[in-house]
Structure formats: C-alpha cells, structure tokens
C-alpha cells in the first residue's frame, strides 16, 4: 500500500512559480505522475519520474517549465513550476506504480492523492 499527500499548492500570478511536494509512504522502488484536473476537463499528464530519479517525462504544454525531480531519503516528489499561465490552473494530483517505470496513462497508476489546487491568476 502506497499512500500519497501533495502539499504546495495556492495562488500565484501569471509568470510566477510553485513548487509542489508528494510525500509517499510505503514501498520506495515506484515511479510517480503528476496530473491535473480543471473544471469540466479530463485528467491530464503533466510529469512523471522513474523510482531511481534519473528520468523525467513532461507533456508539451509544461516542458522547459516543469521540472520533476525525486529525493528517495526523503520520499517526496517534487515539481517545480515555473512561468505560470492562466492554462496552469487546476487540481494537482500526484500518482504512483509499483512499476519503477514512468507512465504517462492515468490507468497505470494504482494508488492516488487528494490532489492540491493550484490557481494562477491573469
């Protein structure tokens, strides 16, 4: 059993950052996602790591402005944030698969945050 808790979340204004945590619980050899969730819309991809922390992915909306990284002594995920847009603005979910292997398929993901709301203003 995985148990995932995001933190980081809040208002920020256009061009602004955030850095969102994902402190895990359990076993540590998983890979871990980021999604996110406006209103009305579907879950989406933004990031994934592999369980060594060696590989990242990112969707192309947020690539060369996400950076994902992992400290393993730590069990937290990190996503920095930077150059915030208005299109940012949504539920931040983090997710993870015993797999050590990235995904950027929602379905592939077995254990799931609360999720933190992150809200970037014009």
């Known amino acids: 059993q995985v148990q995932l808790v995001e933190s980081g979340g809040g208002l920020v204004q256009a061009g602004g950052s955030l850095r969102l945590s994902c402190a895990t619980s359990g076993r540590s050899q998983y890979a871990v996602g980021w999604f996110r969730q406006a209103p009305g819309k579907e879950r989406e991809f933004v990031s994934g790591?592999?369980?060594?922390?060696?590989?990242?992915y990112y969707a192309d909306s947020v690539k060369d402005r996400f950076t994902i990284s992992r400290d393993n002594a730590k069990n937290t995920v990190y996503l920095q944030m930077n150059s915030l847009k208005s299109e940012d603005t949504a539920v931040y979910f983090c997710?993870?698969?015993?797999?050590?292997?990235?995904?950027?398929?929602?379905?592939?993901?077995?254990?799931w945050g609360q999720g933190t709301q992150v809200t970037v203003s014009s």
């Open positions: 790591i592999n369980w060594i922390g060696n590989r990242g």
């Open positions: 997710a993870a698969r015993t797999n050590g292997l990235g995904s950027s398929t929602p379905n592939d993901y077995a254990y």
